[in-house]
């Protein structure tokens, strides 16, 4: 090979090492840029304070940080106006991104009820009105627990009625209002919403159709089951002397002892004929005679 051609095979070679090399330092300054952009900070909302299941997000309660464009979770917003008044179905501690997995869909979106989303598998929620003093004057909130009471006659016996705790330890799902008609008007009734097993379902719903209901708000501690032996007014009252002697019903009177009556003697026909005088006594005289200590004693009657 001449110096001529070889100088050019030389210069080729150098070219396309030069080349590949150029490529190679592009395509890793490249990827540090990318690297470099995905740690970027990027603006992220996330909960300020801890938000419960079923609130109302207000704006307050969320704030702006700084977040790794490579880990922002998908659904998540930048702007926290985006967020305001939006219902959460799971809760959100502080300092979680708030995203759209969190929150009830839009109105109008499929699954736009965020109840749907609360209610354990194979659990079953059923509502009931209560007035305010079954509903604990309006302490019951959302996540509370409860006991159920059941105030409605003793089978067999209208007279008398019995109250009985039938459900235990119940969690509440949500509370709210209904309106109903009562005397012609519109009256605005509190309710309920139980988390309850299927079975349980049937209890409350036939109970509730037959007496009236009471609700026992537990202490957040306190999960333990109890024994309910039901309460009567017999039992309640149960203590007072005159309530007991009031109590105690009347001995009823011993039946008298059937005597057999006798029938009455039919009067002969003797006995139905006239009596006949019977003629008047003789008058008589006694007359004792001794003689030699013989002792004779003669009667004489007198005509």
Do not use: C
Not at 78 to 93: H, Q
Not at 214 to 237: H, M, W, Y
Not at 247 to 254: D, I, Q, V
Request: hydrophobic fraction near 40%; charged fraction near 20%.
């Amino acid at each position: 090979m001449t110096r001529p051609k070889a100088v050019i095979v030389v210069a080729i070679l150098a070219l396309v090492f030069a080349g590949i090399a150029a490529w190679l330092t592009f395509h890793y300054l490249q990827g540090e840029m990318d690297k470099t952009k995905a740690v970027q900070p990027q603006s992220l909302v996330v909960a300020a304070a801890d938000i419960p299941i079923g609130s109302t997000i207000s704006e307050t309660q969320l704030k702006v940080t700084s977040w790794p464009k490579d880990s922002i979770p998908p659904g998540s917003a930048s702007v926290p106006k985006s967020l305001a008044g939006r219902v959460t179905i799971r809760p959100v501690s502080k300092g979680d991104a708030v995203t759209e997995q969190k929150l009830k869909p839009k109105a109008g979106g499929q699954g736009s009820g965020f109840m749907t989303y609360i209610i354990p598998v194979g659990h079953r929620a059923i509502t009931v009105a209560v007035n305010e003093v079954a509903g604990v004057a309006g302490f019951i909130t959302p996540n509370d627990r409860v006991d159920v009471v059941l105030t409605t006659p003793i089978p067999g016996n209208q007279a008398e009625k019995i109250s009985k705790i039938i459900l235990q330890n119940i969690p509440v799902l949500a509370t709210g209002q209904i309106t109903e008609q009562k005397d012609g008007k519109p009256v605005v009734v509190p309710t309920v919403t139980l988390d309850l097993t299927p079975d349980d379902s049937e209890k409350l719903a036939l109970g509730s159709s037959r007496g009236s209901l009471q609700l026992l708000l537990r202490n957040i501690a306190d999960s333990g089951p109890i024994e309910a032996r039901g309460a009567t007014i017999a039992k309640v009252l149960a203590g007072s002397t005159q309530i007991a002697v009031a109590a105690e019903p009347a001995s009823a009177p011993k039946p008298a002892k059937a005597t057999a009556k006798r029938p009455a003697p039919k009067k002969s026909r003797a006995a139905a004929a006239p009596k006949v005088q019977a003629p008047a006594p003789r008058s008589s005289h006694t007359v004792t005679l001794i003689d030699g200590g013989v002792r004779t004693t003669k009667e004489f009657v007198l005509q």
